[in-house]
Nanobody
Framework: QAQLRESGGGLVQPGGSLRLSCPAS????????MYWYRQAPGKDRELVAS???????TYANSVKGRFTISRDNTGTTLYLQMNNLNPEDTAIYYC??????????WGQGTQVTVSS
């Protein structure tokens, strides 16, 4: 399986929005749950959101109501829509799947910085 590659990060002001993207094959979505993780400076990597193979979603308490994990209709891209961002959301964001987790493989991630 090709390694997942994240994009869409950047610098945004508090209260702003960003949408992260992660292309993946339809086979990945059919076979594996998908995840967004993040790692802030000096902190452990944490699970932000998950999307099961049947479309069930879960979120970390810190992002509930602000972030939405989804995939496009063609099943080729994983998204993380992030609204009402705050400085505590500053981190490197990574997409992953059950396959990537089992392989202990991570992409380069995409940097999200929330600052005025």
């Amino acid at each position: 399986q090709a390694q997942l590659r994240e994009s869409g990060g950047g610098l945004v002001q508090p209260g702003g929005s960003l949408r992260l993207s992660c292309p993946a094959s339809p086979d990945i979505f059919r076979r594996y749950a998908m995840y967004w993780y993040r790692q802030a400076p000096g902190k452990d990597r944490e699970l932000v959101a998950s999307l099961s193979t049947v479309g069930r979603t879960t979120y970390a308490n810190s992002v509930k109501g602000r972030f939405t994990i989804s995939r496009d209709n063609t099943g080729t891209t994983l998204y993380l829509q992030m609204n009402n961002l705050n400085p505590e959301d500053t981190a490197i964001y990574y997409c992953s799947s059950d396959y990537e987790l089992a392989a202990r493989r991570w992409g380069q991630g995409t940097q999200v910085t929330v600052s005025s």
